[in-house]
């Protein structure tokens, strides 16, 4: 059976993640490479998310953003600061 594009893009995500997790000795790596790859783990798990509500995710590297228009679409996101941070991220990104 043939993957959906959301379940694709989250396979991808674990293939990140587990690159991510790889890299994470730092004798071995810089610490940038495994933040590098964390970011893209998330970033494709946001998008497959995105995705199988029906969005069309944009081509974006921004978190915020896609955690954002997840929350558009009514998915509850916790953030630090409670809801006065909800109202700074949403003056920083606006959709």
Known sequence: MALSEPEGLLKIAIADLETAEASSD??????????????????????????????????????????????AEGVAAARPGGARSTHRLRRAVPL
């Open 26 to 71: 730092p004798v071995v790596f810089r610490e940038g490479a495994w933040g590098f790859w964390l970011q893209q783990a998330v970033e494709k798990a946001l998008k497959a998310w995105y995705l199988q509500l029906g969005g069309d995710p944009p081509l974006t590297h921004d978190l915020r953003r896609l955690l954002l228009l997840l929350e």
